[in-house]
């Protein structure tokens, strides 16, 4: 009678369980299964479990390529602010965006610089033009710091480039040429600088050493998609 009584409670309990919806047991990730034997007279823990599946996720490399073109003012500094004044300088980066490099960005740059002669420098020299004029290729390293400096409406960026520069001038007249000034002459720069994004924009502010070219600019940057995957 007791037999009876025990199986009729067992059978109770799990159509009860299943009414609601509910598991009868749960142990991380496992669900243990209990089953009630007539000739032993107890309820015993059934060797098999059923284990559930854990969803895996792959990690998925997202980014994109992007088209950066850029436009500032150019001040120079040491012996180049000595002949030169304010310059433009103008140029585009291309940009390679993916999530496992995160937070780095590389990027591709072009750029062209011009700077006009110092009024003062070309009336003592006797000079009617002086015009200094740079091409720059080279690449660049961006480190986003959105999880160092959080803000809720810009994100910082911090730049470093190493960059070729080919630099020209437009002297008239050019013979002889002033005490100190090479008509051409190509090196290799190096600058870091600090922006900070704005939607599809930053504000840029770089120091590019360049020996007796060294300058301080000021950009405005756009980013726009080219490739997205």
């Known amino acids: 009678m007791q037999r009876i009584i025990l199986s009729v409670t067992i059978l109770i309990f799990f159509s009860v369980s299943l009414l609601n919806g509910q598991d009868l047991l749960k142990t991380s990730g496992k669900q243990?299964?209990?089953?009630?034997?007539?000739?032993?007279?107890?309820?015993?823990?059934?060797?098999?479990?059923?284990?559930?599946?854990?969803?895996?996720?792959?990690?998925?490399?997202?980014?994109g390529i992007f088209i950066s073109p850029n436009v500032g003012m150019v001040f120079p500094l040491g012996n180049f602010a000595g002949n030169s004044g304010i310059g433009v300088v103008y140029g585009a980066k291309l940009e390679f965006a993916f999530s496992k490099l995160y937070p780095f960005v590389f990027g591709f740059i072009y750029e062209g610089q011009t700077n006009k002669?110092?009024?003062?420098?070309?009336?003592?020299?006797?000079?009617?033009?002086?015009?200094?004029?740079?091409t720059y290729i080279g690449g660049s390293l961006d480190f986003i710091l959105n999880k160092i400096l959080k803000s809720n409406f810009t994100t910082p960026v911090v730049s470093l480039e190493v960059k070729y520069a080919k630099m020209t001038r437009d002297i008239v007249p050019d013979t002889p040429p002033p005490p100190g000034i090479?008509?051409?002459?190509?090196?290799?720069?190096?600058?870091?600088?600090?922006?900070?994004?704005?939607?599809?924009?930053?504000?840029?502010?770089?120091?590019?050493?360049?020996?007796?070219?060294?300058?301080?600019?000021?950009?405005?940057?756009?980013?726009?998609?080219?490739v997205k995957f």
Do not use: C
């Open 32 to 63: 243990s299964l209990f089953k009630y034997s007539l000739n032993k007279d107890k309820i015993y823990k059934d060797s098999n479990e059923a284990v559930t599946e854990k969803n895996k996720s792959q990690s998925v490399n997202i980014g």
């Open 117 to 134: 002669g110092d009024a003062g420098y070309m009336n003592n020299n006797l000079l009617t033009t002086l015009q200094t004029k740079f």
């Open 182 to 226: 090479v008509a051409d002459q190509s090196l290799l720069t190096y600058s870091g600088g600090l922006a900070f994004t704005l939607y599809v924009f930053d504000l840029n502010t770089r120091y590019t050493f360049a020996g007796d070219y060294s300058t301080l600019d000021f950009q405005i940057r756009f980013h726009f998609p080219v």
